[in-house]
């Protein structure tokens, strides 16, 4: 069958029965009241529920064969819950089990492949696989096909009682010992951890994980001792030097300079730059230097933006500190300068996922938002976004927020060079379709901006753009020009077996990934 971005996929997969994408704003809420596996429990003292091993945490929560667990993404690449706690299940000889986290970073010695080619892990749901895992999969790793989420739909999923957690392992930088817990003190602070509320709330059970023991009460408690289990004493939950850098770099590349100045010129231009208004800006190489160059339109203009959505970065903390943005609602800390800014400062709120970004709630933050600046690896003339898969049919990020944010800000900016290489980002068919293009706006390159005639708001930034001298071109300018540069690039040669299915934020599914020839 054929979804509505023209992708032909499967009826079932495995057991999995495939409801098509029919358009971003189709798809409707259950009827029924929402999900939870929570089970209530007996109140434990702080004794009875402070071990030192992980083993014995394990033990304790009854974890066994086929059962799901989860985990939080907040440490990044200097995440060393994860592997600490699959090495202990394996330990215990726990095999075929669901792996659910939030995301999954490039973690490696060990790596969390080691862990599905032994059969410790024998299903993935996540909104990301990257690194060696992501390439693997892709390879046909897996037994069955990895299920892909954007963020928004994670929390959607579990309410739904499509993703139902028996444990979910929460690493925090401090807790005390009846398991408030947070992730804006201690040695390895990581900031929010937004996106393990949902997990604490409906997971059967709940595991936090800390090197750093407080004392009775943990302030502030981003995890409340109501909802968990055990609390569990390690040496070291992560690589603080990692937690506080990864995606969160500066660049220096004149080009995507170029870029990010433009993407904040269109916000400059846009009728709804104004006072109050609201924005996020995320956290890649031209983000940032989109955010830095925001904030000097803010300064000349003198406005003041409402709130700031999303990850946080140190950017965006240094326009809070000029008293630029109001409020800072923030799902995730992206550095460690927005990691501590979070701590005492009732104006950077740490907010729930689902809170941020799923559409079947009763007010999604994102639905708030003025504008939007989001990445690609490719975009195609329809304005379809490809945020996963590289053109050499590597795994190269993942859904993260760009479906969610596409879909609710009224202006949404996807920036991306023309050419990466020698290879077109430009493209006349992305390789995965994982953002509709009914949702984006425009599309800003080096070579111009490009406005999409179906966006919702079309006409109204044509007529703003025009009255400024930002280059306007057509998407199938960009297409063109790339093509013409590099000549048409060779397909990638896929088999007919799903390894990946990707979802949109509704449930339903926008396209998947079949298995790379190598």
């Known amino acids: ?95 075929h089990l669901k792996f659910a986290p939030s995301a999954v970073v490039n973690i490696r010695n060990p790596s969390v492949a080691d862990f599905v080619r032994d059969g410790t892990i024998e299903r993935i749901e996540a909104s990301g696989i990257r690194g060696e895992l992501g390439d693997a999969v892709l390879e046909g790793l897996m037994q069955h096909p990895v299920i892909l989420r954007p ?23 401090a807790a005390d010992e009846y398991g408030n817990a947070t992730g804006q003190i201690g040695p390895n602070a990581c900031g929010s951890l937004g996106y393990s509320f949902i997990d604490e709330r409906n997971a059967d059970k709940v595991v936090v994980i800390t090197d750093h023991l407080v004392d009775f009460p943990c302030v502030p408690a981003s995890i409340s001792q109501q909802y968990v ?23 220096k590349n004149p080009r995507d300079l170029m870029i990010a100045r433009r993407a904040a010129d269109v916000m400059a231009a846009s009728r709804r730059f104004r006072d109050g208004f609201s924005f996020q800006t995320g956290a890649g190489a031209i983000s940032i230097a989109c955010t830095n160059y925001l904030a000097q339109h803010m300064q000349e203009r003198g406005i003041t933006a409402s709130f700031a959505l999303g990850g946080m970065t140190a950017s965006i903390v240094e326009m809070f500190q000029k008293k630029l943005v109001r409020v800072l609602e923030c ?95 430009i493209t006349r068919r992305v390789f995965t379709c994982c953002t509709p ?27 703003d753009l025009e009255k400024t001298s930002l280059k306007l071109v057509s998407i199938e300018y960009l297409q063109q020009l790339a093509e013409s540069l590099t000549g048409v690039p060779a397909p990638i040669e896929t088999t007919d077996r799903v390894v990946c299915i990707v979802e949109y934020r509704d449930g339903t599914v926008i396209d998947v990934i079949r298995q790379i020839k190598r």
Request: glycine share 12%.
């Open 151 to 173: 963020h928004g739909s994670r929390p959607r999923a579990i309410e739904a009682g499509e993703l139902n957690i028996d444990v979910a392992f929460i690493g925090a930088s």
């Open 331 to 425: 799902s995730q800390s992206f550095d460690s300068v927005a990691a501590r800014a979070m701590a005492g400062n009732p104006n950077i709120v740490e907010i729930d996922n689902a809170v941020y970004s799923n559409a079947f709630t009763k007010g999604a933050l994102l639905d708030k938002l003025n504008f939007g600046v989001l990445a690609a690896l490719e975009v195609d003339t329809d304005f379809n976004v490809n945020i996963l898969t590289g053109s050499s049919g590597k795994m190269m990020g993942g859904l993260g927020g760009g479906p969610d944010v596409a879909a609710g800000a009224d202006i949404s900016i996807v920036c991306l060079p023309v050419l990466r290489g020698r290879t077109p980002s």
């Open 229 to 251: 289990d055990v609390v569990v004493k390690v040496d070291e939950i992560g690589d603080p030097e990692k937690i506080g850098k990864g995606a969160a770099r500066m660049t």
């Open 1 to 95: 069958m054929r979804n509505a971005v023209g992708r032909e996929l499967p009826e079932l997969i495995d057991g999995y029965q495939v409801k098509p994408y029919r358009g971003a704003y189709e798809g409707q809420p259950a009827s029924s009241p929402v999900h939870t596996m929570r089970r209530a429990g007996k109140s434990a003292s702080d004794t009875e529920k402070l071990v030192y091993s992980l083993e014995e945490a394990i033990r304790r929560v009854g974890l066994a064969d086929g059962m799901t667990i989860s985990f939080h993404h907040s440490f990044r690449e200097g995440d060393k819950v994860i592997g600490q706690v699959l090495a202990a299940i394996r330990s215990l000889g726990i095999k």
């Open 437 to 463: 293009g009914e949702t984006v706006a425009a599309v800003v390159t080096e070579a111009g901006i490009a406005l999409n005639p179906r966006h919702a708001h079309y006409e109204e930034l044509k007529e």
